[in-house]
């Protein structure tokens, strides 16, 4: 069932939120728990459809789930050797779950096939494939995309450097070197989120790094931890942005990542003239997590440009930048980002067809766009075309739109962030 949700304009954006657990680190978290020896604790991890698909394939490979009523996740690993299942593992929506549980896989004896929704069907696959059949993996994909199926076995170590920035790749391939003898090296042109290799160390796992690449060495054994997963600054990227919209908005997001890989935004946001305060800075489980302030200056926001390394580590938060680009004064150009085109929908297209149809005028180019800036946005109805950021971006530009403005597709948010509606309305004042 397809559901509408309309917004309504905004007057201000104020208060104070505790958001979900981050995705990136609780996919992470639930697959290397299940994996380890022993039971893994942890709370405040994420609510999202996207991690409960990876706790699902885990748990048909051996690993037991248990979830508390107090919102904790409890996680028996596998002790480093899963169950080959006769059924399919569904990946549901999630790239992350196909993409990490492949490197996971590859090393194991047997047979397994990998499946998703029609969005991740569609999704690049061949980029984990490369490199898990140089380490000796046998991957057999349908015209370069999922269903998957890895005929697993003993690999060989590889030193491999990424074409394509992708924090999934990398993690795929330290998941196999993980359990493959010597040393397995990936070396990336821009560095990108490093959860992985945190997380690895965090259950015990020994992970170097340089500048340029991450080792891992094998075979090691991880062990069970007990963690809090800090609030998602992907998801908080939508009220940061909300609120940097609203000259006298006020709001507080406490226990937030800020891991420095994923803490670009504040950087533009305060080159956007934005007042970014970092509180209670602290560091758990090697994550960096403190509490953000965010409000907005009485002159408006002014110009931003974001290309090259700064579009890779940003590339989750860039529709809902280019989504409030018409409120800017000078606007928000976006370059290098072609990897928008092959997420959960083709993101760059999308953002100019709702932009154009809220009135705006904006310039698409195969690797980025062009939102000038003091612009006046009306309602519409916005096709998300099932992809949550979409949903979310654009429910953030409506609310300085003059009128209401329909999502169409609102479900879609479920697949990360199934608070973000009931949220929005708490600190969103009318």
């Excluded at 893994?40 to 609510?47: K, P, V």
């Excluded at 590889?158 to 992708?166: A, K």
């Excluded at 965010?294 to 580590?313: F, K, N």
Aim: a negative charge.
């Amino acid at each position: 069932m397809t559901e509408e949700r309309i917004i309504r304009p905004s007057k201000n954006i104020l208060g104070s939120l505790r958001l979900p657990g981050d995705k990136s680190i609780s996919h992470r978290y639930g697959m290397l728990a299940a994996f380890a020896e022993g039971t893994s604790r942890f709370t405040n991890f994420s609510t999202g459809a996207d991690c409960a698909s990876t706790l699902s394939c885990m748990e048909a490979l051996g690993a037991q789930v248990r979830r508390v009523d107090d919102g904790t996740v409890e996680v028996t690993g596998v002790g480093g050797r899963v169950t080959p299942c006769d059924a399919p593992l569904d990946c549901g929506n999630s790239g992350s779950t196909m993409r990490m549980i492949s490197g996971l896989l590859a090393p194991q004896e047997g047979r397994f096939t990998l499946v998703g929704d029609e969005s991740l069907s569609r999704r690049p696959m061949e980029r984990i494939r490369k490199p898990l059949e140089m380490m000796g993996a046998r991957l057999v994909l349908t015209e370069g995309h999922a269903p998957l199926t890895i005929v697993g076995g003993a690999l060989k170590a590889i030193d491999y450097t990424t074409p394509v920035p992708s924090a999934q790749v990398k993690t795929c391939i330290l998941l196999a070197g993980l359990q493959t003898t010597g040393t397995t090296t990936v070396r990336e042109a821009v560095r990108t989120r490093d959860h992985s290799e945190l997380a690895l160390r965090a259950f015990g796992a020994k992970v170097e790094r340089t500048a340029d690449s991450v080792s891992i060495y094998g075979p090691q054994a991880l062990h069970a931890i007990e963690a809090a997963v800090p609030g998602d600054i992907s998801s908080a990227a939508f009220f940061l942005c909300a609120a940097a919209l609203f000259p006298g908005s006020n709001l507080v997001l406490g226990e937030l990542g800020l891991n420095p890989t994923r803490a670009a935004l504040l950087d533009v946001l305060t080159a956007l003239g934005a007042r970014v305060t970092v509180l209670n800075l602290e560091e758990k489980n090697a994550e960096l997590v403190g509490t953000v302030q965010v409000t907005a200056p009485a002159e408006g926001l002014g110009t931003a440009e974001i290309s090259g390394a700064l579009a890779a580590q940003l590339i989750d938060e860039l529709p809902v930048l280019a989504a409030i680009g018409p409120f800017t004064s000078g606007g928000i150009r976006i370059r290098d980002a072609k990897e928008l085109r092959v997420k959960e929908s083709d993101r760059i297209a999308l953002v100019a067809k709702n932009l154009r149809a809220m009135g705006a005028e904006v310039s698409e180019f195969e690797d980025g766009l062009d939102v000038p800036g003091g612009q006046v946005l009306h309602g519409a109805t916005i096709d998300s075309g099932g992809d949550h950021r979409i949903a979310m971006a654009f429910s953030v530009a409506a609310l300085r739109a003059e009128g209401e403005t329909v999502i169409q597709g609102a479900e879609s948010v479920a697949i990360s962030f199934p608070e973000f509606f009931d949220l929005l309305d708490l600190v969103a004042e009318r």
